[in-house]
């Protein structure tokens, strides 16, 4: 028991001891550039434009004022996320999520491919 107490009370201390202080990153003044649409990419997509390359999604959820919209394929899940663009009411894709039954991620254009297939 008399053992255990100094190696208590030192790690006790150890515990409270800060880490040294690192330098502020400067964060750029500018927004980044968005990143190039991919080939096969939906972002951008209206309601419509998503109907008329997958048919009628299998699952569809309003989240606030966003839209979810699920299509699924052989092997994979493929979830959109819509908004109201900015100044209008046309819902378009912000973002999109590709996961394999399983539940894994998978390959975005691989799964757009497949659900456009079946």
């Known amino acids: 028991m008399r053992i255990l ?13 800060t880490a040294p202080q690192q330098p502020a990153v400067p964060v750029p003044a500018s927004r980044p550039q968005p990143q190039s ?22 699952f569809q959820v309003r989240e606030g004022a966003g839209l979810k919209l699920q299509w699924s394929g052989p092997a994979c899940v493929l979830d959109t996320f819509l908004y109201p663009a900015p100044g209008t009411n046309v819902m378009r894709v912000t973002y999109v999520d590709a996961r394999r039954l399983s539940g894994d991620p998978a390959d975005r254009s691989g799964c757009i491919a497949a659900v456009t297939a079946r």
């Not at 107490?5 to 001891?17: D, H, K, N, S």
């Not at 951008?44 to 299998?58: C, N």
Request: hydrophobic letters at 55%; one cysteine or more; proline letters at 6%.
């Open 5 to 17: 107490l100094p190696a208590a009370a030192a790690l006790t201390l150890a515990a409270c001891a």
């Open 37 to 58: 649409v991919q080939r096969g990419d939906l972002i951008g997509f209206t309601v419509d434009e998503l109907g008329g390359r997958f048919g009628a999604p299998m």
